[in-house]
């Protein structure tokens, strides 16, 4: 009998999935998971309805996640992963040889876990190189009382529901503004702009109130249905958005110009030009 997997993230508007093989479906201590195989899409991961992976597209968002901050900041030594427990950002931010540190604080042990047996490709040793910390907590609450800072800050988030709610508030925010080290840059997940406007529009307003320069940068991954993805960017270095092309250029063939398959120096000048019903949310 054929199965069908339904992600009920948006109120009009669903999509089914065929899992051609269930690997794991089962509650977690914090929420629902499913894994499983798909003809199209390759490996998938679903929290409580809604992909979060996909083992076909899952280069995009995480190239993009990662270097586009990275190669925007430029001499980033320490980077923390707020979610992320996929591994895939911390795969990506590990090849930016500058960085001593990347911690990654994940609330739900079980996803790293699953994600270490499903999805070792996603990962591809990050867990266990010697820069990563892994930190099972909940990211409000470590922000909120380490003493540490940080040059870039990733919020590799769920949607703002179940868990991963917290992850949007002022309050959350602005205790990752007080984690930054001085230049720092804060980025985030925040979902489909044609589809969650709302969404974009209220962490936008949030970053305008704590930061000199709050803006959007967008790029497209297959599963995550309803149009290009938006990734907020906050951060009080006004010159970091505006780099040249030839600038990011220079950063990556000092990084030794390890191979990518979404970012290039062009996409990343290319991700901040934003369509108009963008910004207009992003710019209020």
């Given at each position: 009998?054929?199965?069908?997997?339904?992600?009920?993230?948006?109120?009009?508007?669903?999509?089914?999935?065929?899992?051609?093989?269930?690997?794991?479906?089962?509650?977690?201590?914090h929420q629902r998971l499913i894994i499983f195989d798909n003809a199209d899409f390759g490996r998938v991961m679903m929290l409580d309805n809604v992909v979060q992976?996909?083992?076909?597209?899952?280069?995009?968002?995480?190239?993009?996640?990662?270097?586009?901050?990275?190669?925007?900041?430029?001499?980033?030594?320490?980077?923390?992963?707020?979610?992320?427990?996929?591994?895939?950002?911390?795969?990506?931010?590990?090849?930016?040889?500058?960085?001593?540190?990347?911690?990654?604080c994940e609330i739900d042990q079980s996803v790293i876990d699953l994600c270490r047996e499903h999805f070792p490709d996603v990962s591809a040793g990050a867990y266990d190189d010697p820069r990563t910390r892994i930190v099972i907590a909940d990211g409000t609450k470590f922000v909120a009382v380490t003493n540490e800072r940080f040059d870039v800050i990733l919020v590799d988030s769920t949607d703002p529901i179940g868990p991963g709610a917290v992850l949007f508030t002022k309050e959350f925010y602005t205790d990752c503004r007080r984690c930054l080290a001085p230049g720092g840059l804060l980025v985030t997940q925040n979902g489909l702009p044609f589809l969650q406007a709302p969404e974009l529009k209220q962490s936008i307003g949030y970053f305008c109130e704590l930061f000199d320069d709050a803006f959007a940068y967008l790029a497209t991954t297959p599963s995550y249905f309803g149009g290009p993805m938006s990734y907020g960017w906050a951060t009080d270095d006004v010159d970091l958005r505006h780099l040249r092309h030839d600038a990011i250029e220079r950063r990556y063939a000092d990084a030794g110009a390890f191979p990518t398959r979404y970012w290039r120096p062009d996409v990343h000048v290319a991700a901040f030009a934003l369509p108009t019903y963008v910004r207009e949310l992003v710019e209020g």
């Open positions: 009998m054929e199965r069908w997997v339904e992600e009920t993230l948006h109120r009009g508007f669903r999509v089914r999935l065929k899992a051609d093989r269930v690997l794991f479906d089962s509650e977690t201590e992976v996909s083992t076909a597209d899952e280069f995009v968002y995480h190239e993009m996640m990662s270097h586009v901050p990275l190669f925007a900041h430029g001499r980033a030594k320490r980077a923390l992963i707020v979610g992320g427990g996929d591994g895939g950002g911390l795969r990506e931010a590990l090849k930016h040889p500058d960085l001593e540190q990347v911690t990654l």
